[in-house]
């Protein structure tokens, strides 16, 4: 395996990714970055376990950031309050939180009966992956330290994933379809493969500084052999995370945070023909269809708090659309482009036009995030 991209020096970026979070929210009290680096890194926006949070007692508080369990922002709170003895019936609920989990309830119809192909997802510490029917729901990682972030190769043979064994250090590593034969490919998070199989797009741990109060380094868009080899940085993506390439393997898309909002980008592949799509609005977690015509991204535009929907445009950044309203995050398409997956915080299909939202079957699964489908 090549030597990793990045600097020795930067054993601590991932704590440089997460000061973003303490501008954007200005929380006034400090508490463990690492519980909040794979809450707010990874999505920006919240998760909706607030009860499980209430139930967290002093007790429970190390193990809740020893897993980086994600929690909104308003849970994060009440985790606070309880770790510091208060009373978290003192604390305020976000006044959307009804609204935020009613898809689950009233804004989604049956589960799905006619969807083909295997969906991987996790659930913030372990990765799954069901039959995109709702059946055959299997763990393929039952360890103790957070796994997560997968992503298909293209002949769904292979998955690549995101790890913190290390001390909560991200790492990128690679499974078969049946989770065996884990080994580490190198630091960095948010895996991506090209359309051929044979590279994989990630963020990695930077050399360049991050602006005043984000942090030591900052990361940036590169890439790697599938086996981990021939690693290299993309130019002009500092910042840059959740890639997503291009059907045609030339571009990729992604979101960077330097501004202290999260935009997105298009580069190709060498670095060169960036396209700046901050006109567009906030927006991350983009995901390029199959035909190349659209790219899904998630946004919390539409919200006054900090809850957040799905959307597409064109890759030059026109024809914006709204396709859900009742919260939505992590999309993907399905391999045809027919169909996006999503999660609400459970498991959803939608049509490509935001109909006919159905819920996947997942028994024992609460919050689920970053599915992707083969």
């Not at 086996?227 to 290299?232: E, I, V, Y």
């Not at 990729?252 to 330097?258: D, K, M």
């Not at 900090?306 to 950044?317: E, F, K, L, Q, S």
């Not at 939505?328 to 036009?353: C, H, K, N």
Request: hydrophobic share 35%; charged share 20%.
């Amino acid at each position: 395996m090549g030597e990793e991209a990045g600097s020795p020096e930067a054993t601590t970026w991932h704590h440089g990714l997460m000061a973003r979070w303490w501008t954007e929210f200005k929380e006034p009290e400090p508490v463990e970055l690492a519980f909040y680096q794979s809450a707010i890194v990874r999505f920006g926006e919240p998760a909706l376990d607030l009860a499980a949070a209430e139930r967290t007692s002093s007790s429970g508080c190390k193990k809740a950031m020893r897993t980086r369990r994600i929690f909104p922002i308003a849970a994060a709170i009440v985790l606070m309050a309880a770790c510091s003895g208060a009373a978290s019936s003192d604390l305020p609920r976000p006044a959307s939180l009804a609204s935020a989990t009613s898809m689950a309830a009233t804004g989604a119809g049956s589960h799905v009966t006619s969807s083909t192909g295997r969906i991987v997802f996790d659930t913030f510490e372990d990765i799954w992956t069901v039959d995109a029917d709702g059946t055959n729901l299997t763990r393929l990682t039952p360890s103790p330290w957070p796994e997560f972030d997968a992503t298909w190769s293209p002949d769904g043979t292979h998955i690549a994933y995101r790890s913190e064994r290390r001390d909560g250090d991200p790492e990128i590593w690679l499974m078969n379809a049946d989770g065996s034969s884990r080994h580490r490919l190198a630091r960095g998070l948010s895996p991506a493969w090209s359309p051929d199989g044979s590279e994989i797009a990630f963020a990695s741990p930077g050399m360049i500084p991050c602006p005043p109060g984000r942090g030591p380094r900052c990361t940036g868009i590169s890439i790697m052999d599938a086996d981990g080899s021939g690693q290299r940085r993309v130019p002009h993506t500092d910042g840059g995370e959740y890639p997503s390439w291009s059907p045609d393997g030339q571009r990729i898309a992604f979101n960077s945070n330097l501004t202290g909002d999260h935009v997105m980008y298009i580069v190709n592949v060498d670095g060169s023909g960036l396209v700046d799509l901050s006109s567009v609005g906030e927006g991350w977690q983009v995901d390029w269809s199959p035909d190349g015509r659209s790219i899904l991204f998630t946004s919390h535009r539409d919200h006054p708090d900090n809850y957040t929907d799905i959307y597409v445009m064109r890759p030059d950044g026109s024809d914006v659309e709204r396709l859900t309203t009742n919260t939505g995050y992590t999309p993907a398409w399905s391999p045809d482009g027919r169909e996006i997956v999503f999660s609400a915080p459970g498991l959803f299909v939608m049509q490509a036009d935001g109909s006919g939202v159905t819920s996947l079957p997942l028994e024992g699964i609460g919050e689920t995030s970053l599915p992707d489908w083969s």
